[in-house]
Every structure is written in C-alpha cells, then in structure tokens.
C-alpha cells in the first residue's frame, strides 16, 4: 500500500486547493523542489505531482518548477504527474524527462484512443485520472462536470493497459473529512484496473483505514493538506503501511 505525497502547483508554488477552487489556494511552500526533498528526506518511495493551471490551460504551465522537481528528487524517488497533458508527444516528453508515469485526465474523457495508445507505447507508465462530483465526472481541471459516471468511464480502460487509476472525490478534496471509502472501493470492485484513493485523506485513522480487508485492491493513496498541517505523521504513517500487506512499489 502506497501513501503518495502530493505537490499541486499553481503560479510556480506549491499550494493546496479547497474541493479544486483556484481562488482558494493555500501556500505552503514558494520552493516545490525543497517540498519534494522533504517528501523524499521522509522516506516516501513515490510522489504526486499536479500542474493545476496545466490542468485548465491544457498545456503545461510550470514545466520549470516539475523540471526543478525532478533534479532534486531524482534517483530518491519516483514522480507521477499530471496536468495538462493532452496529447501524446506531452507524455513522450515527460517520461523521457523522467517522470515515472504520466496521468491522463481530461483527455481520457475526450480521447480514449490516444490513451490506448500511449499505454501501448510506454507499458506500466500511464495512469488515468477520474476527477468526480457527485459520481460524475470532471474535466478541464475540473471546471466543467460531464455526465458519464466514474465506474463507466474507468470500464472503458480494462483492456488498455493502463498502470492505475486515480479516482478523486473532489467535493473531499483539500477539506479533510475522510476518503469517500464507498466510492473508491466500490470503484476498486468493480475494475481490475488498481485504484489509487484521492481526495479527503485527513488522519492516521484514514491510514489505518487503508489496511483493512476492502481496501486492500487500492494501490495507495493520495496526500496533501494532513501531511502539510501535521495531521499525518510521515514515519508512522510509512511504518504502518510498511507492516503486513503494507508497502509497496509498482513498477
């Protein structure tokens, strides 16, 4: 079970949003590198990280601070990232960067072929983000709200090739009420496609959580605003999740 760390990036820092309101960000560190090797410092085997005004401009748009990322924290541990990415010379250039894996979102919804493709091309190093409200999904940082449901639009990869998804419960997200554990396991049931939990993740009760018998076809879960204001105790938190059935790392 893997507890990813997340970077979100906005103007170049390091922030976290309320349930993915742009006008409410808190920054926590100006230095996304120096927040990285902290993460890294702690012992976490993976980081997440997503470009947020990447995800609504559709294009990268601080690829510098990424770049600055992975110079720190290469080699220590892997980096997913997301955001923006749209197209499949976008995914090329990532991984050759050396980006583990590269996360699809919007375009999946817009695009399911060219995910096919890009799982085809470079095996085990794309994952698909399923941002939902209400169950729906969400697209273009999630500014509009289709209405293809998230277990539908997950079904749809289970031939693809696909390394995970990342299913966000954004109406959790940045607020610290928990993971929608109903959602994201009964999502977890119904693909063979391993689930990563985001959005919520607010305690080391939440960790625990992460250990018991539902959840153990979740690959992980996802991080911010608990490990930033204390709430998650990095050691303990690794500990825990290092015990039986504990951590792990894909490749």
């Not at 410092?41 to 990424?66: E, T, Y």
């Amino acid at each position: 079970m893997i507890l990813f760390p997340a970077i979100d990036l906005k103007d170049g820092q390091c922030v976290r949003l309320v349930k993915g309101e742009m006008d409410q960000a808190t920054v926590y560190n100006a230095d996304p590198a120096d927040q990285a090797l902290s993460f890294a410092d702690a012992g976490f085997p993976w980081l997440h990280v997503v470009d947020l005004n990447g995800a609504f401009a559709g294009k990268a748009v601080n690829a510098s601070a990424v770049d600055a990322i992975l110079a720190a924290v290469g080699g220590r541990m892997k980096v997913q990232l997301g955001g923006g990415i749209r197209t499949l010379d976008d995914v090329a250039r990532w991984l050759d960067a050396g980006i583990a894996r590269v996360i699809l979102g919007t375009i999946a919804v817009r695009d399911p072929d060219l995910v096919r493709a890009a799982a085809k091309a470079h095996p085990g190093r794309i994952v698909v983000g399923i941002d939902a409200r209400g169950g729906k999904v969400a697209v273009e940082g999630w500014a509009e709200t289709s209405t293809l449901d998230a277990v539908d639009l997950a079904r749809r990869f289970e031939d693809a090739g696909v390394a995970a998804i990342v299913y966000t419960d954004i109406d959790r997200d940045g607020v610290l009420t928990g993971i929608n554990w109903q959602a994201t396991i009964a999502l977890a049931q119904a693909i063979s496609i391993p689930v990563i939990a985001s959005g919520g993740l607010a305690s080391m009760d939440d960790v625990e959580r992460l250990m018991a018998p539902d959840a153990a076809r979740l690959e992980g879960a996802i991080s911010g605003r608990a490990i930033y204001d204390g709430r998650i105790d990095p050691l303990a938190a690794l500990a825990r999740l290092a015990g039986p059935g504990g951590l792990v790392s894909p490749c």
